[in-house]
């Protein structure tokens, strides 16, 4: 039996590109779930109850914020995508890997998987831990994608402080939550729809 010995270990740089569609689906499901128990494990580790954070609100007046929220993030990206040239908003296809043909139930899925293990990380626990500016730079800093261009950079930094801003005005995580559902499915809704329109 052969030992196991790390320096023979070989780490190569790995585009979305070079993953089929199963691996795609595992890394980002793993990275969510990964996500999702760092941000219960801080939030316990804060003396917080993630129970009770993630409990829903009685008063709904929170998804007029996250509705409006997602609204205006969403023109806001369709506005700078139509203006700019699309090199300068390029996220290496990963978006496309994942939506282009997924259906439209996985995309629902998927988005809202997405919204809840990242905002609990995010604005459950790190914004508890430093504020919404630092987050904000922590949260562009993860979506690695984007920086290789400033425009995407700084269109993530802004859409996390408006996320932190909602869930500090409505006191609910449920609101950034519900914005970040919305955004990321209209925007998966939108690639998707784009494919069948120039079938």
């Known amino acids: 039996m ?3 010995d790390i320096r023979n270990l070989k780490i190569r740089k790995v585009s979305a590109q070079d993953l089929d569609d199963r691996l795609l689906l595992i890394n980002l499901y793993l990275t969510q779930l990964i ?12 003396g917080r109850n993630a129970i009770s954070l993630l409990k829903w609100p009685a008063n709904p007046g929170f998804l007029a914020f996250a509705a409006g929220l997602a609204v205006l993030v969403v023109a806001l ?3 700078v995508s139509r203006w700019m040239p699309e090199e300068a908003m390029d996220d290496g296809g990963v978006n496309e890997r994942i939506f282009l043909t997924r259906p439209i139930w996985h995309i629902v899925l ?3 998987v997405v919204s809840v293990c990242e905002e609990l990380l995010f604005r459950g ?7 919404p500016y630092w987050t904000s730079i922590v949260f562009a800093a993860i979506h690695v994608r984007y920086l290789r261009h400033w425009i995407p ?6 859409i996390s402080y408006a996320l932190g801003w909602i869930y500090l005005h409505t006191g609910t995580l449920w ?3 519900v914005a970040h559902f919305l955004v ?7 690639i998707r729809l784009r494919r069948e329109s120039q079938a």
């Open 2 to 4: 052969r030992k196991f």
């Open 125 to 131: 626990a790190v914004q508890h831990a430093i504020g």
């Open 35 to 46: 996500t999702f128990i760092i941000g219960l494990l801080w939030v316990i580790l804060q």
């Open 184 to 190: 990321d499915l209209i925007m998966g809704l939108i």
């Open 77 to 79: 990206d369709i506005a």
């Open 153 to 158: 950079t700084g269109m993530v930094f802004g």
């Open 175 to 177: 609101a950034p939550i």
């Open 110 to 112: 998927i988005c809202l």
